[in-house]
Nanobody, 115 residues
Framework: QVQLVESGGGLVQPGGSLRLSCAVS????????MAWYRQAPGKQRESVAS???????NYADSVKGRFTISRDNAKNTVYLEMNTLKPEDTAVYYC?????????WGQGTQVTVSS
């Protein structure tokens, strides 16, 4: 019943910026912890950033100071603002919603950082 749809991915040059969006269907969005993960070819999926229902945020060391996660409960949407992008940021980015034992994933959106 719960569906997540990511958007905003694309090709950007090193040093550029991109904003990802994740729209969540249904009600109860404010109760979920939301997170962004990414997976590069040949690598494990890794956590990038998360934000709890109370607004507490966490970031991977590799993106601290460059990425910002935020949520708009009125729009049932979570965002990932990515600045000063590096080639190492190239990956498929996935949105995740979780509450208690419930976990839901989006389909992913491709981000490519290249000259």
């Amino acid at each position: 019943q719960v569906q997540l749809v990511e958007s905003g991915g694309g090709l950007v040059q090193p040093g550029g910026s991109l904003r990802l969006s994740c729209a969540v269907s249904g009600s109860g969005f404010s109760m979920y912890t939301m997170a962004w993960y990414r997976q590069a070819p040949g690598k494990q999926r890794e956590s990038v950033a998360s934000i709890t229902s109370s607004g507490n945020t966490n970031y991977a060391d590799s993106v601290k100071g460059r990425f910002t996660i935020s949520r708009d409960n009125a729009k049932n949407t979570v965002y990932l603002e990515m600045n000063t992008l590096k080639p190492e940021d190239t990956a498929v980015y996935y949105c995740k919603a979780s509450r208690l034992f419930y976990v839901f994933w989006g389909q992913g959106t491709q981000v490519t950082v290249s000259s």
